[in-house]
């Protein structure tokens, strides 16, 4: 597609289940970022990737938080046993390259924990 | 940590009338970015600003960067109805790997 991909678009899980939640960047993009989005709040960075480097994890809130970006391009980013306040919008972006001030926003993933 | 604040946190307008929004640092940053988000979108990035002083415009949309660095401000001029959403400002960090900042948004909402 012509723009970044996220599913599913919403999300409704139980406390202590895992997640997934998946990105198809646009295509090209070697940078991929994750951000949160709380409601009423901005975002907050999670995790990047840039082509084949070590990701910067910096942003991740703990270790149940972890990201994957296979082949350079599909990026996935799982929740291990959710907590309530996992609830959020969780967005993706790509660009062209790191550094390149314009990043292209997915829809996001509505995650609801119950 | 790093934190960009911004303000009024919301805002209820006519029609018409003019916006004005700001966004305040501690810290001195190279780039001054604008996004809107609509709801059950991701943010669009409105304007960049590159250089203090820097005054550019996006049709109704004008944003200026601070001369300390420090700030920016957007102004939206007529507002119409399909300027409902939130604005937030943002800035890159690019040593970093471009990871952006954002304010807490103003949420912009216009009565006909």
């Known amino acids: 597609g012509a723009g970044v991909s996220q599913s599913p678009s919403n999300k409704v899980t139980e406390k202590g289940k895992d997640v997934e939640l998946r990105c198809d960047p646009i295509?090209?993009?070697?940078?991929l970022y994750w951000y949160r989005q709380r409601l009423g709040q901005g975002l907050e960075f999670l995790i990047y990737?840039?082509?084949?480097?070590?990701?910067?994890k910096s942003g991740l809130p703990s270790d149940r938080f972890s990201a994957e970006r296979t082949g350079g391009s599909v990026s996935t980013l799982t929740i291990q046993r959710t907590q309530q306040e996992d609830s959020a919008v969780y967005l993706c972006?790509?660009?062209?390259?790191?550094?390149?001030?314009?990043?292209?926003f997915g829809a996001g993933t509505r995650l609801s924990v119950l | 940590g790093q934190q960009l604040n911004q303000s009024p946190q919301s805002m209820f307008i006519q029609e018409g009338e003019d916006v004005s929004m700001n966004c305040t640092s501690s810290?001195?940053?190279?780039?001054w970015l604008w996004y809107k988000q609509d709801p059950g979108e991701g943010p669009v990035l409105l304007i960049a600003?590159?250089?203090?002083?820097e005054l550019t415009s996006n049709g109704r949309l004008t944003a200026q960067f601070g001369t300390t660095r420090k700030d920016s401000f957007l102004n939206i001029s007529a507002s119409i109805p399909s300027d409902v959403g939130i604005y937030f400002c943002?800035?890159?960090?690019?040593?970093?790997?471009?990871?952006?900042?954002f304010g807490q948004g103003t949420e912009l909402s216009v009565k006909p």
């Open positions: 972006a790509s660009s062209p390259g790191t550094g390149d001030t314009i990043q292209y």
């Open positions: 295509s090209g993009h070697t940078a």
């Open positions: 990737f840039q082509g084949n480097s070590a990701p910067d």
């Open positions: 810290s001195i940053f190279n780039t």
């Open positions: 600003l590159y250089k203090a002083g």
């Open positions: 943002a800035t890159l960090l690019y040593n970093q790997g471009g990871k952006l900042i």
